[in-house]
Structures are given as structure tokens and as C-alpha cells.
């Protein structure tokens, strides 16, 4: 069974970088069925999807943060990362990583347990 | 910008039926924007209920379907229990790539 874990800082002063690792087990990472995502959740608000990013690399990003977000996957280490720079404290939100199927976007089968980041002095 | 517009709030009695819609501000959804829908309880990562317009995730009770209505992808809940009340949120795949969620309804069972 796919388990996804969220890694990273509780919480990031205003303008710092934002860094941010999921771990994949129970199944691999690499696989040509799936890809692999960011969605975050601003407290007491909708979700926003960040990103999706396939094995090989190849990623998609959401337009409004495009310019300030990167996604990679370590195959090796069987983990994948997000990136997001400029923060503020708009970017304050619950992140969670995902499992996207491939033939069916938007279709996030499997959940992490969500991480909170705070952006503060 | 499109905007993914969804009630913001619902009611329904228990052993009602509520539907809730999943719109966009400029065009119509329709099955090629592969709708999907999920459930969130406070402190908890959102579940899957249906994906691509209508299909179930696994066990979901077949009281959850989904489907187009109009303009709008919806949920329909036949037979609204207590422990239905949570949020709901949709998703669609917009022709640019990219995943647009609504802002959420919370559903309250009354």
C-alpha cells in the first residue's frame, strides 16, 4: 500500500526558500501510471494545486507560481521535493504531497498527511 | 483568470438528497475536463469520491454520484447521512495543464 510522508521546516522567515521533501513507499516512484504532486492548503481555505512532476522529471506548474516554485525526484532515494522561493506569508498553508493518475488529471488517489508551514519573523 | 466556483455553503436534511456543483466563470465543464471530487474532514487530507465525471473510488457508498448537469460537474448525495457533513472540494483539468481546484463547500447535515 502507497504511503506518502511530508518532510520539511515548520516554519520559514519572509523571503527565505522553502524546501520541502516526500517520501514514497509501498510502491516505486518510478512509474509511467502516475505522477507526482504538491497541493497546499491556506488555513481555513481551498486547496491550490503547486505542481505535478513526473519520474523522469518533467513537471507542470501551477501559472500563479510558476516563477517562484521547482519540482524534482530523486528516483534513488525514491522521494520527490518542492522548491519555493520569495516566501510570504500568503504562502503560510498546509502542504500536502499527492499521487496524480496519469490518464485521469486531477485525480490525486493517494494523500500525504499534510504538513503545516508557517512564513514568519 | 478562470475561476472554479462551487457553493460556498449547503444544507441538507438527514435522508435528503443535496447537490453540489462545480462550475467555471467563463465556459462549461463538461467530461473532457475530468471532474473529480473529494471529501475533507477538519485536521485530515481530502479522500477521493469520484473521479473523471462519475466513477467511485473504492469504497465510497454508491449514496455519492457524479455527473453533468447543465454547465456544471455534480455531486449528488442520496440519503445524506450525519458523518456527510465535511467539506467538499472539485477539481478540473483545464485544457492548459493545468489542475484548478473550486473554493469548497462545507455541507451541513441538518
Known amino acids: 500500500q502507497l504511503h506518502l510522508q511530508e518532510s520539511g521546516p515548520g516554519l520559514v522567515k519572509p523571503s527565505e526558500t522553502l524546501s520541502l521533501t516526500c517520501t514514497v513507499s509501498g510502491d516505486s516512484i518510478i512509474t509511467s501510471n502516475f505522477y507526482w504532486v504538491w497541493i497546499r492548503q491556506p488555513p481555513g481555505k481551498g486547496l491550490e494545486w503547486i505542481g505535478s512532476?513526473?519520474?523522469?522529471?518533467?513537471?507542470y506548474y501551477n501559472p500563479s507560481l510558476k516563477s517562484r516554485v521547482t519540482m524534482s525526484v530523486d528516483t534513488s532515494r525514491s522521494r520527490f521535493s518542492l522548491n519555493l522561493i520569495s516566501l510570504t506569508a500568503a504562502d503560510t498553508a498546509v502542504y500536502y504531497c499527492a499521487r496524480e493518475e496519469y490518464t485521469f488529471r486531477g485525480w490525486f488517489d493517494t494523500w500525504g498527511q499534510g504538513t503545516l508551514v508557517t512564513v514568519s519573523s | 483568470q478562470t475561476v472554479v466556483t462551487q457553493e460556498p455553503s449547503v444544507s441538507v436534511s438527514p435522508g435528503g438528497t443535496v447537490t453540489l456543483t462545480c462550475g467555471l466563470s467563463?465556459?462549461?465543464?463538461?467530461?473532457?475536463?475530468?471532474p473529480t471530487w473529494y471529501q475533507q474532514s477538519p485536521g485530515q487530507a481530502p479522500r477521493t469520491l469520484i473521479y473523471?465525471?462519475?466513477i467511485r473510488s473504492s469504497g465510497v457508498p454508491d449514496r455519492f454520484s457524479g455527473s453533468i448537469l447543465g454547465d456544471k460537474a455534480a455531486l449528488t448525495i442520496t440519503g445524506a447521512q450525519a458523518d456527510d457533513e465535511s467539506h467538499y472540494h472539485c477539481?478540473?483539468?483545464?485544457?492548459?495543464?493545468?489542475?484548478?481546484f473550486g473554493g469548497g463547500t462545507k455541507l451541513t447535515v441538518l
Open positions: 512532476v513526473y519520474y523522469t522529471g518533467s513537471s
Open positions: 473523471t465525471t462519475n
Open positions: 467563463s465556459g462549461s465543464v463538461s467530461t473532457s475536463l475530468y
Open positions: 477539481v478540473l483539468f483545464t485544457a492548459s495543464g493545468i489542475r484548478l
